[in-house]
């Protein structure tokens, strides 16, 4: 089992993804450098997977473009959707779906979001890293990054990188 699951995704100082009102708008105007380490994230990953509220979030800002085509896409949703050219729609518990995943050799996959099926990850314990960009503003309220839940989870500091204004923090889970 050599494919990695990771949550790959930014955060205010505060520990928000969104607004209460799912604006990033925060986050846009923070001075990065180049694309802050994406494309090199990206090109270790070959699956991407996110769900239903963070699809149509996406879509809405790609005005309808889907950005990950060159990856394998899953959107995990509660009703019934249509797959499309580029993505699967799933309905199914996290932890069996990620075992089948696991089935197949390829690179690392993708947790984009959001604030839900990230929460379920992590109590399945499915996630194995975790690299958060930090931008170095406070919200206030808005859509956590870590739902309060029951569940601990020990990790290791597996390096640091900033791209001007943003640090990236990279985790391993023990």
């Known amino acids: 089992m050599n494919r990695k699951v990771v949550a790959f995704i930014a955060s205010s100082l505060d520990g928000y993804i969104a607004t209460e009102n799912e604006s990033l708008e925060w986050l846009f105007n923070v001075e990065g450098e180049g694309d802050n380490g994406f494309s090199e994230f990206y090109e270790t990953i070959d699956t991407v997977v996110m769900g239903k509220r963070t699809y149509d979030w996406v879509m809405y800002q790609e005005a309808g473009e889907f950005p990950y085509k060159d990856k394998k896409c899953y959107v995990f949703t509660r009703s019934s959707a249509t797959d499309t050219e580029h993505v699967t729609f799933v309905n199914e518990d996290v932890y069996h779906f990620v075992q089948k995943l696991n089935q197949h050799k390829g690179k ?65 889970v023990k």
Do not use: C, M, R
């Open 108 to 172: 690392n996959i993708w947790l984009v979001g959001g604030g839900e099926l990230l929460s379920g990850f992590i109590q399945e314990k499915l996630i194995d890293e975790f690299i958060i960009t930090i931008a170095p503003t406070i919200i206030g309220k808005g859509i956590p990054l870590f739902k309060a839940g029951d569940f601990t989870l020990d990790l290791s500091l597996k390096g640091t990188q900033h791209f001007n204004q943003f640090v990236e923090l990279h985790y391993e």
